[in-house]
């Protein structure tokens, strides 16, 4: 089992730049793909970004790509997401999640964290 708990959102104008980071407990981190995805207000969880156990490969929903960058250290069992450009549609609570493969689908992911809010005022 792995216990996730993210951390770093706030708020931020719109062009400004946040880091989230999610800290994972247990041995297996390494073994697990890991994503990030986000709810914005009335709306359905959605992915933004994954990347695979070994970190070589990674993904991301069309509207981040060029902005966002998903990262992990296997050695200190943390995930990150450096957001950059952020816009008001940004805004949502973030959440940490850990799968046994690369996917973009939410249902996919077997482990959450807690969320962090973000908030990006125009």
Do not use: H
């Not at 009335?42 to 970004?49: I, L, N, P, Y």
């Not at 509207?63 to 957001?83: C, E, H, P, W």
């Not at 689908?105 to 959450?112: A, D, E, I, N």
């Not at 962090?116 to 005022?121: A, D, I």
């Amino acid at each position: 089992q792995v216990q996730l708990v993210e951390s770093g959102g706030g708020l931020v104008q719109a062009g400004g730049s946040l880091r989230l980071s999610c800290a994972a407990s247990g041995r297996t981190f390494s073994r697990f793909a890991m994503g990030w995805l986000r709810q914005a207000p009335g709306k359905e969880r959605a992915f933004v970004a994954a990347i695979s156990s070994s970190g070589p490969s990674t993904v991301y929903t069309e509207s981040v790509k060029g902005r966002f960058t998903i990262s992990r250290d296997n050695a200190k069992n943390t995930v990150y997401l450096q957001m950059n450009s952020l816009k008001p549609e940004d805004t949502a609570v973030y959440y940490c999640a850990a799968s046994n493969g690369l996917t973009m689908t939410p249902g996919g992911y077997t482990y959450w964290g807690q969320g962090t809010q973000v908030t990006v005022s125009s």
